[in-house]
């Protein structure tokens, strides 16, 4: 081996064994980069990517590097999960990083946010590992300042579900008798009008008309002729049953001085196939099927009663059984009874909750909005139907309102041992499991709550906490509440968000801390001060919050 080829072999191995011996270097800030820079949470968390440019000749071959992210912030630190960096000659399983090269390397960082973390600072820490060496690297800042947007849902403002009332003002009454006639007749016999039904339906009128609590709404009279003989003949029999039935009526409630009684109104039917047909159905006529294929067969009404007749075997069958119930007027009454209004149910309340149906005093709950009267008349209708699981539900829907949670809680457990099937009380044990970030429990218990109209908001909630803002815009739907306006800011549909923030009913401090959020976004500096004044006059903790959120960072917010 000649000197020249010599000493370049010696060159070559005293390279390789200075890139195995030689000691790391310091990593630098800017061999890395964070996305999203600040970092943003999302749900209740803050994902971050944190991505390593490493240069090349840094990484030596025999280097074993252990990279931890750590967030702090004023009263405390949170250690990420490490990742292990490698140089080439490293037998482990971490990120290889050429030392020709230099390389590309990731460290994802996730934590559960804390308010605290608003002001808050990202680094890396490095312990090496170098043949057995173990020793530490300057920490490198990549990362500052958390946005906390997606922490502003809020379970605590969703409505709780209330178990309807049925209370019924005007319940419609109807009464109804038949007048019957002899074949081809138009006669109202005496027999008739002494039978039961017709009698009760007389006796109706005239309590309905006497009592201050009912009013007559109308009365109708339908005439039937049955499907046999001519369809003329059977026209003019039918209409002139109805004018007798008709004017009989109008004598009777003149007899009876029913003076108020809606509408007398009547129609006629030359030939009843249709109550042929259900009276047929019915029967024991022993060739049935054969009728009823007649009448699907034949829509005519002359060619069916043609054919009815030629089944000779029991046509006789039919005039005896069937027809003669067809040859008739049907008379019905319909009646409202009216209820108490609203002052005369509260004042029987205070008096005499006893004298109540559940359903007026569940109703009678609901003619407040101060959520302590509230709870006063639900606990009452409790006491007064003990095993009413809508009064418990209800009473805990007052407590959840009130931010009574432990009460709350205990009167929807009662709800839910009265009556497991009650789907408001799935719904509201999940918001108070929600509130409580007992997430996947809230989840099965508002899953059952399906077709619960609160349950749409508390689930939208759910989702935003989960960060799956797509589905939270899906389950609040046309919703106007602070918390639909937070998922459409999270989507960025900007517009949508201040069209909903517009229209929430009873606009509070986070209603204008979300306008002026949208303000920022959208910058529009006049906005974010206006919102924010309104937001602080509600509520003076909304000026630090403000100050201490980076979305505010490029406004200047001393004139608040």
């Not at 060496?133 to 409505?159: C, E, F, H, M, W």
Request: with cysteine.
């Amino acid at each position: 081996m000649n000197k020249k080829v010599l000493y370049f072999a010696l060159g070559v191995a005293i390279m390789g064994t200075t890139s195995c011996s030689k000691k790391l270097g310091d990593f630098q800030s800017n061999y890395f980069n964070t996305t999203p820079t600040p970092l943003e949470t999302v749900g209740q968390n803050v994902p971050a990517t944190i991505t390593g440019n490493i240069p090349a000749k840094f990484m030596v071959k025999n280097a074993k590097v252990t990279a931890t992210p750590v967030l702090e912030y004023s009263g405390g630190a949170t250690q990420g999960t490490p990742v292990v960096l490698q140089g080439e000659n490293v037998r482990a399983n971490g990120q290889v990083v050429s030392y020709n090269n230099g390389g590309t390397v990731q460290i994802p960082f996730n934590t559960e946010y804390k308010p605290e973390m608003a002001e808050s600072n990202l680094y890396l820490d490095f312990q090496v590992d170098q043949n057995g060496k173990l020793y530490s690297l300057p920490r490198v800042k990549v990362g500052d300042g958390v946005i906390a947007t997606s922490t502003l849902a809020n379970a605590s403002t969703v409505q709780a579900a209330i178990a309807k009332d049925n209370f019924e003002r005007i319940i419609n009454e109807k009464y109804t008798a038949d007048i019957r006639f002899l074949i081809n007749q138009a006669i109202i016999r005496n027999n008739q009008i002494t039978a039961a039904d017709y009698v009760d339906l007389n006796q109706q009128l005239r309590d309905a008309n006497a009592a201050i609590n009912k009013e007559i709404a109308g009365v109708t009279i339908h005439s039937y002729a049955s499907p046999d003989g001519t369809l003329a003949f059977n026209t003019e029999l039918a209409e002139r049953r109805e004018k007798v039935t008709e004017q009989f009526m109008a004598n009777q409630l003149k007899k009876d001085k029913i003076t108020e009684f809606g509408e007398l109104t009547a129609t006629f039917t030359p030939e009843d196939w249709e109550g042929f047909q259900e009276l047929v159905s019915k029967s024991n006529i022993q060739d049935k099927d054969l009728i009823l294929g007649v009448l699907k067969m034949y829509k005519d009404p002359e060619q069916r009663e043609r054919e009815i007749r030629n089944l000779s075997g029991v046509f006789n069958e039919l005039a005896d059984q069937i027809l003669p119930q067809l040859r008739y007027s049907k008379i019905m009454a319909s009646i409202n009874v009216i209820g108490k209004s609203d002052q005369e149910l509260i004042e029987v309340f205070n008096t005499n909750p006893t004298s109540l149906s559940e359903d007026e005093i569940l109703y009678v709950a609901t003619l407040t909005e101060d959520y302590n009267r509230k709870k006063e008349i639900y606990a009452k209708a409790g006491q007064v139907y003990p095993n009413s699981a809508r009064a418990m539900n209800n009473l805990g829907m007052a407590e959840y309102e009130l931010g009574n949670y432990a009460a709350a809680k205990s009167a929807f457990e009662k709800a839910k041992r009265l009556d497991p099937s009650l789907k408001s009380t799935d719904m509201n044990l999940g918001l108070l499991e929600l509130l409580d970030g007992n997430y996947s429990k809230a989840n099965e218990l508002l899953g059952s709550a399906a077709g619960v109209p609160e349950a749409a908001d508390a689930l939208g909630v759910y989702y935003l906490t989960q960060g799956e803002v797509a589905k939270a815009n899906t389950a609040f739907g046309n919703s106007k509440t602070n918390n639909a306006a937070l998922a459409k800011l999270l989507s960025k549909d900007y517009s949508a968000a201040q069209s909903i923030l517009s229209a929430v009913p009873n606009p509070d401090a986070t209603t204008y801390y979300m306008a002026a959020l949208v303000s920022a976004r959208t910058n529009n500096e006049n906005g974010v001060l206006s919102n924010l004044r309104k937001a602080i006059s509600m509520d003076s903790s909304m000026l630090q919050k403000a100050q201490n959120d980076l979305e505010f960072a490029q406004f200047n917010l001393n004139s608040l």
